[in-house]
């Protein structure tokens, strides 16, 4: 089993319409050696795989210490990923059986969580406007560009100077590549790369903090060694402290982009118009993620008879 693993995941080419990246490999090959063939011994052959083994596997994950307690439900559900595409590879090769992995059950605990304190998804506008006013002032720029853009946190720190055009109308910039974990790649999918307006007083902002003498290539958003901000450091120490003056504890960075998504659906922002904002996949997946926060009332009658006769004037 373990040698299939280790010769899947170097061959492993995706699954979707995007081929697999490589940081993507990177992490599946991290999850495997650090869970699954840690857990199955060398010994075991694909063969001896059933779901009472691979069902014991998953009591092993959810028993097991994390940094912050036991691991969350999401974090078990993330280190059986590359195992269960390894095992459908191998399903596919006729080695195992094409059901193994889909009867399996996963934790459900209180949230899926580790944590409390559960992080809300959106703020509202008076919520958003005081915690604004918290950020301090070398961070303004960034966090406002966070809450009315709604870019992840890796497509913002991946931000150049030549990826902003602050003297078009309307001014705007273009998603081209995201930092996850320090490492430089392309956006979470193809879909990621988007241009998105800006306001005018956010281009602003950003036009005061232009370099004169800089490289356009140079990141817009850098921590004091000129390199690329780190998110947990951000939310702790910027974020979280802000969060609490503000009277809004328990927030996340993601927080702000479903803050921008709700304010997007509050103004009348179509499904397919969201979609392309926010950088997803599929309008189905847009509408599964925040088609809570559209209002769910019909609306007015369809008045057929004032649609004749409005096509009759027209005529």
Request: glycine letters at 8%.
């Amino acid at each position: 089993m373990h040698a299939y693993a280790l010769a899947w995941i170097a061959r492993h080419a995706g699954s979707g319409r995007d081929a697999v990246r490589e940081q993507t490999r990177t992490e599946y090959q991290r999850l495997l050696a650090t869970f699954a063939l840690s857990y199955f011994p060398a010994s075991v052959r694909l063969a001896d795989l059933d779901r009472p083994a691979l069902q014991g596997f998953i009591g092993w994950l959810t028993d097991r210490p994390g940094r912050n307690g036991r691991l969350s439900d999401r974090s078990i559900r993330n280190a059986l990923t590359p195992l269960r595409l390894c095992l459908d590879a191998a399903a596919n090769e006729g080695l195992v059986s094409g059901d193994l992995t889909r009867t399996l059950v996963l934790p459900a605990r209180r949230g899926g969580r580790r944590w409390d304190v559960r992080e809300r998804r959106s703020l509202n506008r008076e919520e958003l406007t005081r915690l604004l006013e918290e950020i301090p002032p070398d961070y303004q720029a960034l966090f406002s560009l966070l809450a009315s853009t709604g870019l992840r946190i890796s497509e913002a720190i991946g931000l150049r100077w030549c990826d902003l055009d602050l003297d078009a109308s309307p001014p705007h910039l273009r998603v081209r590549r995201a930092i996850v974990k320090g490492v430089v790649g392309a956006p979470k999918s193809r879909y990621g790369a988007r241009t998105i307006p800006l306001t005018d007083d956010l281009a602003r902002q950003l036009r005061e903090m232009w370099p004169s003498d800089g490289d356009t290539e140079d990141l817009v958003f850098q921590n004091h060694c000129g390199r690329p901000i780190e998110p947990h450091t951000l939310r702790k120490c910027v974020l979280a402290p802000a969060a609490a003056r503000a009277g809004v504890p328990g927030i996340g960075l993601h927080t702000l982009r479903h803050t921008c998504a709700s304010l997007l659906i509050e103004r009348g922002t179509s499904p397919l118009r969201l979609q392309r904002w926010m950088g997803h996949h599929a309008a189905a997946y847009t509408l599964e993620t925040y088609g809570h926060l559209i209002d769910d009332e019909l609306g007015d009658a369809l008045d057929l008879d004032r649609l004749a006769a409005r096509s009759s004037e027209v005529r």
